[in-house]
């Protein structure tokens, strides 16, 4: 059974904290990996996306990826309140088409 | 159209119906999927669509779940005979294509009494 595994928080930080959320995945043959942001009660958003070893960096958010170590991490620099939602990582298996969603890590940003 | 279009948005029915939930994805997306997401949990995949082709439905609960897509366009998800079990946010989302983030839908929260 492909695992994507998260702790599922929650994550307190202060505003202006940096947040580092982390992942780790079980299908070492994995060639596509996302961060998603879900809101209570709402759909998931899809913010990040990875493909390849190292960082990538798009505003206030950074993923990380290490092949290697199977392990996808997602920081958020100067935590906003608004950041406060559950953060879910997701790994497309080796093949392309099926996605595995971790159970996703609660963040909590404090004013 | 602009998103992901889900329909009921909201649906109570009782044990032992049939109910039919229904999925309109971004225009050019050939990549479809339908997950489940219980209170409080996380994300458990039901069916891929490539097209009309649905090349993986290992996640189909049981023999009550069915679904369908017609082309690259609506796909409907349907549960025969539900089960108190069944309850839950039924997301539906597509893709450009097999490896790309998903767009997901504003879901049906299914409620079986």
């Known amino acids: 059974q492909k695992e994507v595994e998260q702790n599922s928080g929650p994550l307190s930080v202060p505003e202006g904290a940096i947040a580092s959320l982390n992942c780790t995945y079980s299908?070492?043959?994995?060639?596509?990996f996302f961060w998603y942001r879900q809101y209570s009660g709402k759909s998931p958003e899809l913010i990040m996306s990875?493909?390849?070893?190292g960082d990538k960096e798009d505003g206030r958010f950074t993923a990380q990826l290490n092949k290697a170590s199977q392990y996808v991490s997602l920081l958020i620099r100067d935590s906003q309140p608004s950041d406060s939602a559950t953060y879910l990582c997701?790994?497309?298996?080796?093949?392309?088409?099926?996605?595995?969603f971790g159970a996703g890590t609660r963040l909590f940003v404090k004013a | 159209g602009a998103g992901v279009s889900q329909s009921p948005s909201n649906k109570v029915t009782e044990k032992g119906k049939d109910v039919e939930l229904r999925c309109d994805p971004i225009s050019g997306h050939t990549a479809l999927y339908w997950y489940r997401q219980r209170l409080g949990q996380g994300l458990e995949f039901l069916i891929y669509?490539?097209?009309?082709?649905?090349?993986?439905k290992s996640g189909l609960p049981s023999d009550r779940f069915s679904a369908e897509r017609t082309g690259e366009s609506v796909s409907t998800l349907t549960i025969q005979r539900t089960q108190q079990e069944d309850s839950a946010v039924y997301l539906c989302?597509?893709?450009?294509?097999?490896?790309?983030?998903?767009?997901f839908g504003s879901g049906t929260r299914l409620t079986v009494v």
């Open positions: 989302a597509s893709s450009l294509s097999e490896g790309h983030g998903y767009t």
């Open positions: 669509f490539q097209g009309n082709s649905a090349p993986d």
């Open positions: 997701a790994v497309t298996e080796a093949g392309g088409f099926k996605t595995i």
């Open positions: 299908d070492r043959g994995s060639q596509s």
């Open positions: 990875i493909y390849s070893n």
